[in-house]
């Protein structure tokens, strides 16, 4: 079978490699443009690209696919590609372009989508944060015909997994992405044979993974120890929880929820020992178990109140500046 693969992050690629080792004809791969990223904002090919260059497979970085959008001399060099090399199929993995109409008709079997949700759960861009933060006990992925929806096309494949107690978004990530190049290689597989039967989704129980925002990482001690412990998982690795204390930024790598009772101010801090730093929220504490001061490294709590110190009484920001953002 004849693929144009389109993706673009970690989670795309682990899905191209399982096509490629199952023996697809992966003829062409689009990807974002290089981005600048590190310390020096040097430009930065994803993961997809260097995967593909790896395997010399034919690659385009458009920055559009609309040919009446901003870049119509991208969208058009992108469709006399994709329509060249005759493709049964397009898989889509967490590309970041919005597919036109004349893309989802160009495949002769359409445009096959990996959604790291039980659809209609979380729709949107940020499927597994907003899981993690939401405490579902479970997640997973669903292998979606496209349409002109948000993540709206018919389900051909589902597969259900469990949500541990300690996973972050970026030990959940890595198991949905091998998941996800698992179903997808099972699909078109069964897809070439005629044997997938497409379902439309349900109208109840759709919900939004809306895209995480920076500001979002701020830490509100006024909610329960539970919810900023779901969020600090949720927020690891990207953006990372953040709390300040006298102006400085502090991330909160890992930490977990006690429920003791307590009357003390949200932010205020309970005890700071080797084993956690205990601190006041709007229900329970929140117990700190791995934190990073700007520009240092990640540290457990007790290697960090070497550096730092903190004493009961003393009080953490509800909200962080501007520069804990970066």
Request: charged share 20%; aromatic share 4%.
């Amino acid at each position: 079978m004849k693929i144009v693969f389109a993706g673009t992050p970690d989670f795309a690629r682990v899905a191209l490699e399982r096509l490629l080792a199952a023996g697809f004809q992966v003829l062409l791969v689009l990807t974002q443009p290089d981005r600048p990223a590190g310390r020096g904002m040097k430009l930065q090919a994803s993961p997809v690209k260097q995967l593909a260059l790896e395997r010399q497979i034919a690659l385009a970085q458009p920055r559009s696919l609309r040919l009446d959008g901003k870049h119509p001399q991208d969208a058009a060099a992108a469709r006399a590609a994709i329509e060249a090399v005759q493709a049964d199929a397009m898989v889509v993995a967490a590309y970041g372009l919005i597919l036109p109409q004349w893309v989802l008709d160009t495949p002769r079997l359409g445009c096959l989508n990996i959604h790291a949700s039980l659809l209609p759960r979380w729709r949107g861009a940020a499927p597994i944060h907003r899981a993690i933060e939401a405490g579902d006990a479970e997640t997973g992925v669903t292998i979606m015909q496209m349409d002109a929806g948000l993540d709206t096309g018919a389900m051909l494949l589902r597969e259900r997994l469990a949500i541990r107690g300690d996973d972050t978004t970026g030990s959940l990530h890595d198991r949905l992405a091998v998941l996800g190049g698992r179903l997808i290689v099972e699909a078109l597989e069964i897809t070439a044979c005629g044997g997938l039967r497409p379902e439309s989704q349900p109208e109840d129980g759709v919900t939004y993974a809306h895209k995480i925002e920076k500001a979002e990482a701020a830490l509100d001690w006024t909610a329960s120890a539970c919810a900023l412990a779901r969020r600090v998982r949720a927020f690891n690795p990207f953006p990372g929880a953040v709390t300040t204390l006298g102006g400085e930024a502090i991330k909160i790598w890992a930490a977990h929820a006690d429920r003791t009772t307590t009357r003390a101010a949200p932010g205020e801090v309970l005890a700071a020992g080797a084993e956690g730093i205990h601190v006041a929220t709007g229900e329970g504490a929140l117990v700190l178990t791995e934190l990073q001061r700007a520009g240092g490294k990640r540290l457990t709590a007790a290697d960090f109140l070497h550096g730092f110190a903190l004493s009961p009484g003393q009080v953490l920001d509800a909200a962080a500046p501007s520069k804990a953002q970066h």
